[in-house]
């Protein structure tokens, strides 16, 4: 099953204020921040924002990564520390929004979708990115897990994203995330194989609801990964003084991928789609089969029931010789089961040559 988190704001909110979020959905936050330039690597965790700004005014480049769903006060704050628009925070606190790219005096706001997929559920996280020219703040609210091979990168000695600036870091972020989806879509793959081999063999009405549930959760994918090809192009049609004309060759490669993912995400409704009409398929199949047994079951009792019917009539034998003499005879009953045997057996076989079973 796939999760989309959507909060809106009550009517008549103006745009770009924090709304209170209730106390049970806010998670702690936790802050790292990695500073770097092609000499060396400071990775320092769970820091305060205002010890971020030592950082910010060096000359190295600077990732500062927010993780947990923060309370409006607490973003309120993150804000005023690293200077973000009001309305930028109100979709970072309002998780669920469509990809998109915004662009604030000289601050780019970018929103991307992440998917996750643990025993067979879907969860899209929100990733919403502030690039300026020195450094890059991200929030996400669920695990970190996903962005540690871009730290491993940043560590590794003579690394290319190490000698680049912060721009570059972010087209490895929006590459991660994009990527992100082909494990994702793998996934249902080896679900879609495993429905196909379900199909084939046996029908039931939890093959039905899990075709249904595959069906949903690829579409609901869809909705969150289909603008995401949008906000890529936009990066790369826009001139954004914060990103460098060489890192838009990457980009570029991004928005490749963005195509791929979509195509495998089209092929897989339509696979989805079409193995409902195969199970529908397979239940008309079944049930056919099913009446044509009843069928020539049915068939070859209807002359062993005439035979029946006949010699249940009551007739007085002594009235008359014509009267059902055959009852009198002393194999009579033996003949009528052999007879009635091998009318049977003579239905089969013709049934059989003519391959109606």
Known sequence: MTFFTKRYHPPGTPPGTLTQMPAEEAMPLRIRLIDYDKDKVTVKDNVEAADCHAFLASSSSTWIHVQGHPTEAALRELGSAFSLHALALEDVLNTGQRPKVDKFDDQLFIIMSLPTIEEDRVTIQQVSLFLHKTFLISFCVGDFAPFEPVVRRLQAEGSRLRSRGVDFLLYSLIDLVIDQGFPVLEDFGLQLEDLEEQILESVGRETLHRIHTVKRELILLRRMLWPQREAVNQLLRGDYETI?????????????????????????????????????????????????????????????TFIVGVYGMNFDRTAGAWNMPELGWPFGYLLIWVVMILIAVLMVVFFRRRGWF
């Open 244 to 304: 460098r004309a060489e890192t838009l060759i990457y980009l570029r490669d991004c928005y490749d991928h963005t195509i791929q993912v979509m195509d495998l995400l089209e092929t897989y409704r339509d696979m989805a789609g079409s193995m409902l009409d195969i199970y529908l398929s397979s239940v008309s199949n079944r049930m056919n089969d099913v009446m044509r047994v009843l069928t020539v079951i049915a068939t070859i009792f209807i002359p062993l």
